[in-house]
């Protein structure tokens, strides 16, 4: 599995995408962030992660998820 995520090239890959998660394919962000940091995460964690997310993919980037949790998580210890 690769810790990049970004949106469906076509209609085509956003149909197969849909139906993989409809047939239990897929986790959940908040599932994914709590494997890569061993412990769970909040709703606000979850929510920053999404709009960082969306925000990639708006502007057609890459976007390392695992990367993104790790430095979100750690800049959240250090502001604790």
């Not at 995408?17 to 599932?31: L, R, S, Y």
């Not at 502007?59 to 430095?71: G, Q, R, S, T, V």
Request: aromatic fraction near 8%.
């Amino acid at each position: 599995m690769s810790d990049f995520v970004r949106k469906p090239s076509d209609d085509d890959e956003r149909r197969r995408v849909e139906q993989a998660i409809a047939q239990g394919a897929g986790i959940t962000i908040a599932d994914f962030a709590e494997r890569v940091i061993g412990e769970p995460v909040d709703a606000e964690f979850v929510e920053i992660l999404k709009s960082r997310l969306e925000r990639a993919g708006a502007n057609e980037e890459p976007f390392d998820l695992k990367e993104e949790i790790e430095k979100l998580w750690s800049w959240r210890q250090e502001m604790a």
